[in-house]
């Protein structure tokens, strides 16, 4: 089956992965800082935190913004459950808003209809690897007295008029699982600007553990001496993973650059196939591909999607409405709370995109589904 995405492996990367394995640090060791300071680089320069997922990414990251129970999460249903579920776990209640119809992306007039006295936090989502439109949920964010949170799974080394991915909201989500731009089989990260939301951020990652003595309220016990002033958990990044974070960073140009070349090329081989809607673009963002959307109108998404895979073509759905889980259904969400992307969702299919995706295996995918829609 021809996957809907995966990882590029390299003998560089083996080789940085071996090298640490035969080295004194396996975890808490040097390559950690050193992929740290590379991930910062694509983030415009804010300094990023490494953790195991990027799941574990929003759950620090919202640990970060000091979501409590009992405070609102605002955020969008067009996204992996992870984005809403690590709010709802620290208490919060998730408000979502809708999304935009053409690009998927968290609408900000949606959110400055929800946006209230209890909002801490609004999470946008780079949907496909597109970014959203920071100015206008900044100023909603602003206005809310709210954290603005980027879930830029899907977008890293993307723009947003000409500002990278990581520095267009206060704190900055990557994951780096396979299929994502970048792996490090697991793996996530946190960019934050603010040095007081940073130490929050790297002390959660590490049980909250407060090692510096002029932090600590007994500071003169010993040299062995440690205290925790508010939990955390245990989300470091090892260094065996770190080491391929730092070679596959190094690949990341090349990744953007294949997988716009691929895009182009669905863009224009697709451009005339009967009953499809294409990606929409926005002038104003460079973004990094992470996944191709097409919407397949007409009902007939379920049939499309069945029939690619019966013919090796291991096509995805991203996502079913977070609400849509019994989790929050179980909450009393109800369906229908966000019509635009229910109505999204209905038809998206995404095709195979990944870097080592070979033009000839693209023909196949594209001749496939016209043969279907046509
Ligand atoms: C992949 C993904 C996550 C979770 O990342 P993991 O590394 O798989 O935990 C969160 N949000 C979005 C939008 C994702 O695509």
Partial sequence: MLPYGRQSIAETDVEAVTRVLRGDWLTTGPAVGAFEAELARWAGGVPCVSVTSGTAALHVAYAAAEVRAGDEVITSPLTFVATAATAALLGARVVFADVQ???????????????????????????????????????????????????????????????PVGSLADLTTFSFFPTKTVTTAEGGAV??????????????????????????????????????????????????????????????????????ELVSRYNVLLRDVPGLTLPAQRAYVSPSWHLYPVRVRDGRRREVYDRMRAAGIGVQVNYVPAYWHPVFADLGYRRGLCPRAEAYYAEELSLPLFPDLTDAQQDRVVETLAGILV
């Fill in 191 to 260: 960019a934050a600007a603010d040095p007081e939301r940073h130490a929050r951020a790297a002390r959660f990652r590490n049980h909250g553990l407060v090692r510096d003595p002029a932090e600590q309220r007994e500071p003169d016990v010993g040299g062995w001496h440690q205290e925790v002033h508010e939990f955390g958990l245990n989300y470091r990044l090892p260094d065996v993973l770190c080491a391929l974070g730092i070679s596959q960073l190094r690949r990341l140009a090349g990744f953007r650059e294949r997988r716009r």
């Fill in 101 to 163: 119809p053409d690009t998927g992306n968290l609408d900000p007039d949606a959110v400055a209809a929800l946006a209230g006295r209890r909002t801490r936090v609004v999470t946008a989502v780079d949907y496909a690897g597109h970014p959203a439109d920071y100015d206008e949920l900044r100023a909603v964010a602003d206005q809310a007295g709210a954290t603005l949170v980027a879930d830029a799974a899907h977008s890293i080394g993307a723009a947003y008029k000409d500002r």
